[in-house]
């Protein structure tokens, strides 16, 4: 089983901060993730400062429209260092499609290898009160799986979910079926607002393709040294 991505989760309000980080993580050989904060605060110096990097990114921007628009976004966003987008499952069949189909697309335009588009199944922020709602029947592990087969028949290369989902979703739907697994936490490190953490080991023990880090790499007084010791647990 080969070690999990590391993915360092650019949450930053500052410009500046952001770039520092990119130019001294880059080299480290993670990859980034742009989520809203930063794309819609300072999006195109970011990108400058991950291009002068060389550096590949996930662009988090959880898409979610009709398909004629969500393809027009995807054509938008992707250039060369996309690695991999999300968009939201509830957006339905076509529209899942549609991106995927803009991916391949764009990437050929541009000559860059195609990036991977992820689903969002359930917000993990929705309870099943929630759900019930918005008219979803069942709580959200059950929506997760029936959101997560959509993607897959759509050719979505994965979905954005908990370490502690792994296991399921590789049993249900293959070991190539990718996951992009936030809220990590280094043992010892503070939980913040996440509140199923999981390790880096045991996020590579569950098979966990991407593990993405925010916090505890960029608000450390030193973000290489906390990057390099969740590699070394990713790799052990
Ligand atoms: O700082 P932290 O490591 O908690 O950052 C996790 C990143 O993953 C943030 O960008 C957050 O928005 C994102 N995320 C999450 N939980 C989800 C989906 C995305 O924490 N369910």
Same mark, same amino acid.
Do not use: W
């Given at each position: 089983?080969?070690?999990?991505?590391?993915?360092? =989760?650019?949450?930053?309000?500052?410009?500046?901060?952001?770039? /520092?980080?990119?130019?001294?993580?880059?080299?480290?050989? %993670?990859?980034?993730?742009?989520?809203?904060?930063?794309?819609?605060?300072?999006?195109?110096?970011?990108?400058?400062?991950?291009? =002068?990097?060389?550096?590949?990114?996930?662009?988090?921007?959880?898409?979610?429209?009709?398909?004629?628009?969500?393809?027009?976004?995807?054509?938008?966003?992707?250039?060369?260092?996309?690695?991999?987008?999300?968009?939201?499952? +509830?957006?339905? #069949?076509?529209?899942?499609?549609? /991106?995927?189909?803009?991916?391949?697309?764009?990437?050929?335009?541009?000559?860059?290898?195609?990036?991977?588009?992820?689903?969002?199944?359930?917000?993990?922020?929705?309870?099943v009160?929630d759900l019930g709602?918005l008219?979803l029947?069942?709580?959200?592990?059950?929506?997760?799986?029936?959101? /997560?087969?959509? =993607?897959?028949?759509?050719?979505?290369?994965? %979905?954005?979910?908990? %370490?502690?989902?792994?296991?399921?979703?590789?049993?249900?739907?293959?070991?190539?079926?990718?996951?992009?697994?936030?809220?990590?936490?280094? =043992?010892?490190?503070?939980?913040?607002?996440?509140?199923?953490?999981?390790?880096?080991?045991?996020?590579?023990?569950?098979?966990?393709?991407? %593990?993405?880090?925010?916090?505890?790499?960029?608000?450390?007084?030193?973000?290489?040294? #906390?990057?390099?010791?969740?590699?070394?647990? +990713?790799?052990?």
């Amino acid at each position: 089983m080969s070690s999990p991505q590391l993915v360092v =989760a650019l949450d930053v309000p500052d410009p500046a901060r952001s770039a /520092a980080l990119v130019e001294r993580l880059a080299p480290l050989g %993670v990859i980034f993730k742009i989520g809203y904060e930063a794309y819609y605060g300072h999006g195109q110096s970011i990108k400058n400062a991950l291009r =002068a990097a060389g550096a590949s990114y996930a662009l988090d921007l959880k898409l979610h429209d009709i398909p004629r628009t969500v393809e027009a976004a995807v054509h938008a966003i992707v250039e060369p260092g996309v690695r991999l987008i999300t968009v939201h499952a +509830l957006g339905g #069949a076509a529209m899942l499609e549609a /991106a995927v189909q803009a991916a391949h697309e764009q990437a050929a335009t541009c000559s860059m290898p195609v990036p991977d588009v992820y689903a969002v199944t359930v917000l993990t922020s929705l309870a099943v009160e929630d759900l019930g709602e918005l008219g979803l029947s069942g709580g959200p592990g059950e929506n997760a799986i029936r959101l /997560a087969a959509l =993607a897959r028949d759509a050719r979505c290369a994965g %979905v954005v979910c908990s %370490v502690r989902e792994v296991p399921d979703l590789k049993a249900f739907f293959g070991t190539e079926f990718g996951t992009f697994c936030p809220g990590i936490r280094p =043992a010892g490190s503070a939980h913040g607002d996440q509140k199923r953490a999981a390790t880096p080991r045991e996020a590579r023990e569950a098979g966990a393709d991407y %593990v993405v880090v925010g916090r505890p790499i960029v608000d450390d007084r030193d973000p290489v040294g #906390a990057a390099r010791a969740i590699l070394e647990e +990713l790799a052990a």
